[in-house]
């Protein structure tokens, strides 16, 4: 208790500090302030993936960036690496099919032995897991929804009779139809507005991946069951439950050691809001470099099966209470532009200049022809490509 107070008055402290230096300099100039780790990568190795003992392995290496960077983490290309056998067993190569992305063959893994991942990287740096064991993940029982005031709920259940499993965790895909509320009858071509040549789709699927990361575990009951728990919450009125909507969930079961890698990750990018939050702590993962121990290397290569499990929703099965959004509300009502009869000069007045670079640029296209004009809008309310693909999902 004494060093909770303890801990609680240092977080005050910080803040009435803080307080203090905000009034203290609110008559002067602010500048901003970047410490030197914002802008001073130290571009460590960056191992993402696990090994899984009934299927292909995927793995993608990459290096840390800074704090501030633009852009993607740069990825570890041309790297060698192999899933080992404790012991001297056999070994599996994994091959890299776009940089810095490594997959091996489809593998049934002995569930009595232990495996780590070896990674010798294009300038000879050797690197390892430690060997973990086996974790067969049981099948997903369930996945359900239900909405509860302004949220909609996705829920999943499962349970292991061997209790082998206790600690997991899950993502998910999400996959959703998108549908324009328009049907474009003319567009712009050869220098005039003729009719359309080919028509745009009707539906368009967008695909979304989990970002959380989502876990429980049941150590503490009198047995191995996950029942009806809240995987993701949705808006009562999202757009993604127009039409017709899709969660793949993968179920995975992971050792005490690798939920909690996963559990610190999460609460050091989630919950960090607010002044009772746990403080950032450093995540140690599994991850060695062999030459060099002390090198942070960032990473936790876990090996366990995964068990998928997917559900259709579609908006007749809504409840009366649930009412999406279309996501094409701010492209309602269409616009009128003039003139009807090819494209003006850029000389012309304000609107016909809108209506040439628009045009000219494919940026806002043509509906229909009106008395006086044409009706038109920008391609994102028209084209249903911008927001997802006309190509018809196989599972669909």
């Not at 500048?31 to 460590?44: G, N, Q, T």
Request: proline share 8%.
């Amino acid at each position: 208790m004494t060093q909770y107070w303890l801990l609680l008055i240092s977080r005050l402290s910080l803040l009435l500090l803080l307080l203090v230096a905000g009034l203290a300099g609110l008559g002067g100039c602010v500048e901003p302030y970047a410490p030197a780790i914002i802008s001073a990568p130290p571009a460590y190795l960056v191992v993402d993936g696990f090994l899984n003992p009934r299927g292909v392995s995927t793995i993608r290496l990459s290096r840390s960036a800074a704090l501030d960077a633009k852009t993607v983490p740069p990825a570890e290309a041309r790297a060698t690496l192999f899933i080992e056998t404790q012991g001297g067993g056999p070994r599996y190569a994994l091959t890299e099919t776009t940089p810095g992305t490594y997959v091996s063959a489809a593998l049934t893994l002995d569930a009595a032995r232990q495996y780590r991942l070896r990674i010798s990287t294009r300038i000879g740096r050797q690197y390892a897991s430690d060997f973990v064991p086996v974790k067969l993940t049981p099948p997903v029982d369930a996945v359900s929804w239900g909405a509860q005031g302004q949220d909609f709920n996705i829920y999943v259940s499962a349970h292991d009779d061997t209790r082998n499993s206790q600690y997991y965790r899950w993502e998910y895909d999400e996959t959703w139809e998108v549908s324009s509320p328009y049907q474009p009858l003319i567009e712009y071509y050869d220098g005039a507005l003729r009719p359309i040549r080919q028509a745009f789709p009707l539906v368009c699927w967008s695909t979304a991946s989990s970002s959380r990361i989502v876990l429980n575990q049941t150590i503490a009951l009198s047995e191995d069951r996950v029942t009806n728990f809240r995987m993701l919450t949705l808006p009562a009125n999202t757009s993604r439950l127009a039409r017709r909507y899709s969660i793949l969930v993968h179920q995975q079961a992971l050792t005490k050691a690798e939920y909690a890698y996963w559990d610190l990750l999460r609460k050091n990018t989630e919950n960090i809001g607010s002044l009772f939050d746990p403080q950032p702590s450093q995540v140690t993962g599994n991850m060695h470099n062999l030459d060099d121990g002390q090198e942070p290397v960032l990473g936790f290569v876990g090996a366990h099966s995964v068990s998928d499990k997917r559900i259709f929703i579609s908006r007749a099965e809504l409840p009366a209470a649930v009412v999406p959004l279309s996501g094409y509300e701010a492209c309602l009502p269409p616009d009128t532009l003039k003139p009807a009869s090819g494209i003006p000069p850029p000389t012309a007045e304000d609107i016909r200049l809108s209506l040439f670079y628009a045009f000219n640029s494919q940026k806002y296209l043509p509906i229909e022809v009106v008395p006086g004009g044409v009706t038109a809008k920008e391609r994102d309310c028209i084209d249903c490509r911008t927001r997802g693909t006309a190509v018809r999902p196989s599972f669909w």
